[in-house]
C-alpha cells in the first residue's frame, strides 16, 4: 500500500525557514519520482519541485528556485525552505508521480495528505 504523510508545516515569519518532510512506503524513491505540490485559498494546486533519482534530476519552479532545496535520505524525500514570504503560505503535498510529460505536466498516483505553512509577520 503506498502512503505518503507529510510533516513539518508551521507558521513562521516573512524571511524565516521550514523544512518540510514526505515519508513514503509502499513504493522504492528508486523508481519513482516524488514531487511536492502547494496550493493556496483560491487558487489551483501548483507543481512546485520534484525529485527523481532514476533520472537523477531535480526541478524546481522558477518562484522557488534559489530558495527550496529538495533532497531525499532512505525513504523519505525534503523540501528545505528558505527565505519565505508570505505568498509561500499554502497546504502543501507531496505525490508520487507515474510520468512527467513536461514543465508542470506530472502524472500523480498518489497524494500525501498535505500540511499547512503560514507565513506572516
Known amino acids: 500500500q503506498v502512503q505518503l504523510v507529510e510533516s513539518g508545516g508551521s507558521w513562521v515569519q516573512p524571511g524565516g525557514s521550514l523544512r518540510l518532510s514526505c515519508a513514503t512506503s509502499g513504493f522504492s524513491l528508486d523508481h519513482f519520482a516524488v514531487g511536492w505540490f502547494r496550493q493556496a485559498p483560491g487558487k489551483e494546486r501548483e507543481g512546485i519541485s520534484y525529485?527523481?533519482?532514476?533520472?537523477?534530476s531535480t526541478y524546481y519552479v522558477a518562484s522557488v528556485k534559489g530558495r527550496f532545496t529538495i533532497s531525499r535520505d532512505q525513504n523519505t524525500v525534503y523540501l528545505q525552505m528558505n527565505g519565505l514570504k508570505p505568498e509561500d503560505s499554502a497546504v502543501y503535498y507531496c505525490?508520487?508521480?507515474?510520468?512527467?510529460?513536461?514543465?508542470?505536466?506530472?502524472?500523480?498516483?498518489?497524494w500525501g495528505q498535505g500540511t499547512q505553512v503560514t507565513v506572516t509577520s
Open positions: 505525490a508520487r508521480l507515474l510520468n512527467i510529460r513536461g514543465r508542470g505536466d506530472w502524472e500523480v498516483g498518489d
Open positions: 525529485i527523481n533519482t532514476y533520472a537523477g
